[in-house]
């Protein structure tokens, strides 16, 4: 039997990371499932549905609830106390962004009425919380 003797009483100096690494990794996994939970947890509306869309860093979250009640950054507010803290936000972060998410029940005169709140302090970048809607066909797809 050719091959070099081997000492059985050599320590075993390498440290497996594997396991760690999977630990860490399912920890993270757990984490990012958990964090859209939390985030999405929000006012109950039925937002319009559309199939594209773009994520847009909030800056503002302006909600307008199926019952007419508006609410800044989720808490509710009345209009007089929303044109004096768009203003503030406006004076403090000039390129300040508002999301408004309005339930699909609500008249269109009243959303128009919020953009133009936002407009007239300033905040003229406006986009609209949707939700996605995994049914709708894609543009690739789309027949005229």
Sequence with gaps: MAGPARDDDELLSDINITPFVDVVLVILIIFLV?????????IPMDLPKAATGEQVVTTLAISLDARGIIYLDGRPIEEPELVARLRQVRAEKPDV?????ADGGVEYRRVMRLMDLCRKQG????????RA?????????ASP
Aim: aromatic share 6%.
């Design 34 to 42: 958990t964090a859209t939970y939390i985030i999405t947890k929000s």
């Design 123 to 130: 905040i003229s970048r406006l986009a609209f919380n949707i």
């Design 133 to 141: 809607d995994d049914e709708a066909p894609s543009a690739a797809g």
């Design 97 to 101: 962004r508002a999301v408004i998410a």
